[in-house]
């Protein structure tokens, strides 16, 4: 890929991808904060919410790390390079 061509580097997809887990990350933070005994209370659509947010980072990590399974030897093996091509043809 020359400097010329429109690409995003890896760095920028990782911290793109990463930008809800730190979003949740401050959520929970707060509420710990705000928290005045050893409990904190959260509503099931906030918990809902922080599944979601963690199930779709899990399953794009695994979709463009190409994991496929723990079973035997049917894992592909995939270069950074690879992974960031395959990601960004599925971004854009």
């Known amino acids: 890929m020359d400097k010329d061509s429109k690409g995003v580097s890896l760095d920028e997809f990782i911290f793109r991808k990463l930008q809800p887990i730190r ?3 401050g959520y929970l ?4 904060e705000l928290a005045e005994s050893d409990s904190i ?12 947010t963690l199930e779709i980072f899990l399953e794009e990590y695994d979709r463009v790390s190409g994991f496929r399974g723990r079973k035997g030897n049917d894992r592909k093996k995939t270069s950074f390079i690879e992974a960031k091509t395959q990601a960004i043809k599925t971004i854009a």
């Not at 933070?29 to 710990?32: F, K, Q």
């Not at 209370?41 to 979601?52: E, G, H, K, L």
């Open 23 to 25: 979003i949740l990350r």
């Open 29 to 32: 933070a707060n509420e710990l």
């Open 41 to 52: 209370a959260m509503s099931r659509m906030d918990i809902d919410n922080i599944v979601s």
